[in-house]
T-cell receptor, first 114, second 115 residues
Framework: DTGVSQDPRHKITKRGQNVTFRCDPISEHNRLYWYRQTLGQGPEFLTYFQNEAQLEKSRLLSDRFSAERPKGSFSTLEIQRTEQGDSAMYLC????????????FGPGTRLTVL | AQTVTQSQPEMSVQEAETVTLSCTYDTSESDYYLFWYKQPPSRQMILVIRQEAYKQQNATENRFSVNFQKAAKSFSLKISDSQLGDAAMYFCAYEGIQGAQKLVFGQGTRLTINP
């Protein structure tokens, strides 16, 4: 059983460019979460999917951010017109839709916006 | 909204000694879960231990144990027989049982192990 994987691990882009990250959860995990972690801080919740439905979005998720999980398996997080303030580690986690299940994290995608 | 506070930005301990990391939280919910996650320099977040709020018994996982004080809203992590591999950022996290069950993290404590 492989863990949560994320691609790419690192992304450097210029301000104004669009970027897309991918997350593959643990197979059979129907819940998928995106978090953002800035240097020296704890992760902050961005959005959550149960199967293919996006059920909650944080106020942190501006209009430039969009996330999808089209078939209830992998998910993508796109940032349009990137800004320097978007530089962070983007973490994905997955869990089963049980009331007590633990979230398992991927290695993250580190985004640097120049 | 729930909040989690870790008041120790950095801690250090001698190898083989015991160290305790502090965490307090604020919530109006009566049932929830609490976690300690470890994030080594490679940055992958790893679960260390979890505690269900309805359980009075403190959780234990090998050298890791918690002191859960529900009335005081305190959830500290004790690491016994510290090892060099324990060096990492440690995050305390809260999870409600309603809705998205998203994790709310503290600011983290950087733990250094001195050989």
């Amino acid at each position: 059983d492989t863990g949560v994987s994320q691609d790419p691990r690192h992304k450097i882009t210029k301000r104004g460019q669009n970027v897309t990250f991918r997350c593959d959860p643990i197979s059979e995990h129907n819940r998928l979460y995106w978090y953002r972690q800035t240097l020296g801080q704890g992760p902050e919740f961005l959005t959550y999917f149960q199967n293919e439905a996006q059920l909650e979005k944080s106020r942190l998720l501006s209009d430039r951010f969009s996330a999808e999980r089209p078939k209830g398996s992998f998910s993508t997080l796109e940032i349009q017109r990137t800004e320097q303030g978007d530089s962070a580690m983007y973490l994905c986690a997955s869990s089963l839709a049980e009331s007590t299940d633990t979230q398992y994290f991927g290695p993250g995608t580190r985004l640097t916006v120049l | 909204a729930q909040t989690v506070t870790q008041s120790q930005p950095e801690m250090s301990v001698q190898e083989a000694e015991t160290v305790t990391l502090s965490c307090t939280y604020d919530t109006s919910e009566s049932d929830y879960y609490l976690f300690w996650y470890k994030q080594p320099p490679s940055r992958q977040m790893i679960l260390v231990i979890r505690q269900e709020a309805y359980k009075q018994q403190n959780a234990t996982e090998n050298r890791f144990s918690v002191n859960f004080q529900k009335a005081a809203k305190s959830f500290s992590l004790k690491i016994s027989d510290s090892q060099l591999g324990d060096a990492a950022m440690y995050f305390c996290a809260y999870e409600g049982i309603q809705g998205a069950q998203k994790l709310v993290f503290g600011q983290g404590t950087r733990l250094t192990i001195n050989p």
